[in-house]
Each structure stands twice: as structure tokens, then as C-alpha cells.
């Protein structure tokens, strides 16, 4: 086991991360909040916070952040002010809360939804794969998904992998010209009972997994393999990204539950892992 180190703490659950501007960003989903952090200072800037549960994150062409509102079902734009506005509405397209989300250099976005209401203890149902394009227009591009969660592009391809929670593997997508999906199939099939959340890919095409219910960060390869393990026992393992200097800090992020009335205790932290892979370059 490799030896991690606590970063920040006193979160509740912390979710969405990402590595953008030299900063590590992510969302507390149970808060509402929205950070962007320097890790090696162990500083923490609040950069928005929304009426609803904050998952996803990417960044348009022109700097913009969006941010995935989950149960309003709509993605957010935060202006370099610090406005927060109405960027895309999914309502017609989902009637389930949204989640993870990847945006491209062009500033198309990829978007999961439960498909259920989880919270409500709904019966399962597949969930979809929304896009959005930088003009906010939206479509469904997928709709058979075993809820559609962590989303990350291969570094030098087209290629879309998306964690299915409950499905126990990655699923992989050629982005078309257009914007489309298609050839729909399986990356990796996951360890038995595995339930694969938050992902990043590093420069190898390797993907960190983040799996909640069993505690664990894999890091997978296509095709199955796992090279790599990080357990936190005990704990629900929420996301992973690479960055810090190098790109070859893993910051790990877990909470006690994913249930809000369990959160309140503010048990949520992010600690960080060095790792031999780093992160692919800016653009790659």
C-alpha cells in the first residue's frame, strides 16, 4: 500500500475533481459548494456555490466553468466574476437527477443521469447520456446505461469511457465528427461487486476507478487488468484525479457515506498519492 497524505478534510462529500490551472477543483456535493484548491499551501477558495447538489465540472473555450446541478437537472455556467447562470436545462430530456459530466477543448459536453431516483429508492431503470454543444442545445446520445457516472476522454482519441456504477465496468464510445456516439462497448469488466464512480485517465490510457461501496482506487487498463490497488477501508471512495507538479499526484477523495443525512458529520477529506504514471499533458 502506497503511503497517502491528508490534504484537506472537514468536507462532506467531496466529488466531481478535476486538475485545471495548476489547481485542484472539485465540488462538495452535500454543501452546494464549489472549490478550487492549492494543495501544496493546503488552501481552500470557495469559487461558487449553487442551490442544489454540485457534481461534474468542466470548462468552456472561453474559461467558463459548468458545473452539473444534479436534481434541478440543468447545467450551470460560472462567469470569471463569479455569476452563476442557466446553461443548459435537461428537464425535457431526464426526469431523474443528472451527474458526472466531461467537457471537450471544443466545449461540447458529456452528461450522465441516474435514470431513477436513487434518493427515493426508486426501481432501477438504464439511465442516459446527454450531450450538450457550446450553443446549449441538447440531445440524448445514449440511453441504455447502468447509471452513467465518472466520464473521461482517452488522451490522443475519441474515445469516451464512462463508469457504470452499477454494472461493475467501464464502457467505451467513439465520438463521431458530429458529436454522436457509437460503437457502443465494453472497456473493462470491473472486480465482482465493484461499483466504479469517479474516473481520470493518466498518460499511458490507463483509468483511476474510484469505487464507493468496496473502499477502493483501481487503476485499470483496457481490457480488465488492474494494475494497481488503494484501499481506504471503511470509507466510500467518492473520485480520483491526477495533477499537483508533476501530474503525478493521485488525490483521492472519500466521505463516510453517500447519503446527505449521514454526511453532516463532515467526515469527507482528500488526501493525495504519488504514483509512477502521470497525467497526459495539456491538449493531449
Excluded at 484501499?231 to 467518492?238: K, L, M, N, Q
Amino acid at each position: 500500500m502506497p503511503e497517502t497524505t491528508l490534504i484537506f478534510s472537514d468536507l462532506r462529500f467531496p466529488e466531481g475533481a478535476r486538475w485545471h490551472g495548476d489547481r485542484l477543483w472539485f465540488s462538495d456535493m452535500h454543501t452546494g459548494q464549489v472549490f478550487r484548491a492549492n494543495p501544496l499551501l493546503r488552501t481552500l477558495e470557495e469559487y461558487a456555490i449553487i442551490d442544489d447538489q454540485p457534481s461534474g465540472l468542466g470548462w468552456l473555450p472561453d474559461g467558463d466553468l459548468l458545473v452539473s446541478s444534479m436534481l434541478s437537472r440543468a447545467v450551470l455556467r460560472v462567469a470569471a466574476t463569479g455569476e452563476v447562470s442557466r446553461f443548459a436545462e435537461l428537464s425535457s430530456l431526464t426526469a431523474a437527477p443528472v451527474n458526472d459530466l466531461v467537457t471537450t477543448p471544443s466545449g461540447t459536453t458529456y452528461l450522465g443521469g441516474f435514470g431513477y431516483d436513487l434518493y427515493a429508492d426508486a426501481p432501477a431503470k438504464p439511465g442516459p447520456i446527454l450531450r450538450i454543444d457550446p450553443d446549449s442545445s441538447t440531445r440524448i446520445v445514449e440511453t441504455d446505461m447502468t447509471f452513467p457516472n465518472g466520464m473521461v476522454i482517452l488522451p490522443g482519441t475519441s474515445t469516451l469511457v464512462v463508469a457504470e456504477t452499477w454494472a461493475a465496468r467501464l464502457t467505451a464510445f467513439d465520438i463521431d465528427d458530429d458529436g454522436g456516439l457509437s460503437g457502443k462497448r465494453v472497456w473493462a469488466e470491473l472486480p465482482p461487486d465493484s461499483t466504479p464512480d469517479g474516473i481520470c485517465v493518466d498518460a499511458a490510457g490507463a483509468v483511476w476507478v474510484s469505487s464507493i461501496a468496496t473502499s477502493q482506487f483501481l487503476r485499470v487498463e483496457a481490457g480488465g487488468r488492474i494494475s494497481d490497488v488503494i484501499s481506504v477501508d471503511g470509507r466510500c471512495a467518492t473520485d480520483c484525479v491526477l495533477g499537483g507538479p508533476n501530474g503525478t499526484t493521485l488525490f483521492l477523495l472519500t466521505s463516510n457515506s453517500w447519503q446527505p443525512s449521514d454526511t453532516t458529520t463532515r467526515q469527507g477529506r482528500i488526501e493525495a498519492v504519488e504514483v509512477a504514471v502521470p497525467a497526459p499533458e495539456a491538449g493531449a
